[in-house]
């Protein structure tokens, strides 16, 4: 993955999902910020198990910024994000640099596995304009409704 220092973010670290992070975010559970209700330690542990999942947290030093449950899908067509969350605590310049982040790691996990697209899966209406605007610009559509958001990894 690209060096983040060079990029003025080297104060962010990258680690997988760990009995800490599952700990930390259990203080956003009850945050009228969230925009989703599910439990990141049910949640874990259920896809943990998963072949091929992806599990990432995002801090910025001592605080946990978000954190990202993936998969690279079968037959390797797309890694995927299928569930994500900031803190709803952080700053707005935090939260740019995570997204930024984020879309990295998921580009760099797809290459190595020869995806061909990387996808935002089921993401919230509230932020499809913010996925847009990282890069996720092809909609995926069923009945009417967005149900993914990609882009081509070239």
Known sequence: MQDLAAEGMSEIRL??????ALRYATLWEDDAERLVDWSWEKL???WSSRPR?????IWIDPTLCCLVLGKITDGRV???IDRIERNPNVSDDQIASVGVVAKRYLDYIGRIAKCRQAVVWE??????DYYKALGFTTEMVKRGKIVGLKYEIV
């Open 15 to 20: 680690a997988d999902i760990g009995p800490e």
């Open 44 to 46: 874990y542990k259920k």
């Open 53 to 57: 999942h992806i599990a990432l947290a």
């Open 78 to 80: 797309a890694a995927r």
């Open 123 to 128: 993401p919230a209406s509230e932020l499809i």
